[in-house]
T-cell receptor, first 113, second 110 residues
Framework: KAGVTQTPRYLIKTRGQQVTLSCSPISGHRSVSWYQQTPGQGLQFLFE???????NKGNFPGRFSGRQFSNSRSEMNVSTLELGDSALYLC????????????FGPGTRLTVT | KQEVTQIPAALSVPEGENLVLNCSFTDSAIYNLQWFRQDPGKGLTSLLL?????REQTSGRLNASLDKSSGRSTLYIAASQPGDSATYLCAVDNNNDMRFGAGTRLTVKP
């Protein structure tokens, strides 16, 4: 079974631009969660999608948004980029039901200059 | 609000030693607890998942325990190897809201 894939792996953007990151979950998984990891704040939960609906949301500004498609693939968008958005963005997939285990992708390293 | 703390922040041991990593959480109404390993610049690899109704889980040289009433979990690594060097994170799931500790950075010296 293929693992969780994330594209692109690396991105460099300029302040004020927007960016879209993509995550393809493990086949059969219906839940995708997004996390931001920085040296100062550690791993922080952004949001979770299950069957195309946002089921849970962390404490991030509205510039961070996401969506999930009918094939469970998910995208995360960040608008009006700030220097502080530089981070490793990780997505995780799971069955989303019962005592589910989360499986993480390799992450997208975003650098904002 | 759930808060997760991991002690120690860093640990260095000689190869072959048994070691214990600690994780504590403030809200005992958890759904499950998961231990992960992260290598530098990489994603997370799931090591063990303990459901809220369970007391421990084992996989190879790893054993994780959970004491919900005291808000603690431990990860025991037996006969440590240089390849075990990584950051170990625990994560607590409160019904689809997963909170991570800051991690313990483990170095196993040959």
């Amino acid at each position: 079974k293929a693992g969780v894939t994330q594209t692109p792996r690396y991105l460099i953007k300029t302040r004020g631009q927007q960016v879209t990151l993509s995550c393809s979950p493990i086949s059969g998984h219906r839940s995708v969660s997004w996390y931001q990891q920085t040296p100062g704040q550690g791993l922080q939960f952004l949001f979770e999608y299950f069957s195309e609906t946002q089921r849970n949301k962390g404490n991030f500004p509205g510039r961070f948004s996401g969506r999930q498609f009918s094939n469970s693939r998910s995208e995360m968008n960040v608008s009006t980029l700030e220097l502080g958005d530089s981070a490793l963005y990780l997505c995780a997939s799971s069955s989303g039901q019962g005592y589910y285990e989360q499986y993480f992708g390799p992450g997208t390293r975003l650098t904002v200059t | 609000k759930q808060e997760v703390t991991q002690i120690p922040a860093a640990l260095s041991v000689p190869e072959g030693e048994n070691l214990v990593l600690n994780c504590s959480f403030t809200d005992s109404a958890i759904y499950n607890l998961q231990w992960f390993r992260q290598d530098p610049g990489k994603g997370l690899t799931s090591l063990l998942l303990i459901q809220s109704s369970q007391r421990e889980q084992t996989s190879g040289r790893l054993n994780a325990s959970l004491d919900k009433s005291s808000g603690r979990s431990t990860l025991y690594i037996a006969a440590s190897q240089p390849g075990d060097s990584a950051t170990y994170l625990c994560a607590v799931d409160n019904n689809n809201d997963m909170r991570f500790g800051a991690g313990t950075r483990l170095t196993v010296k040959p």
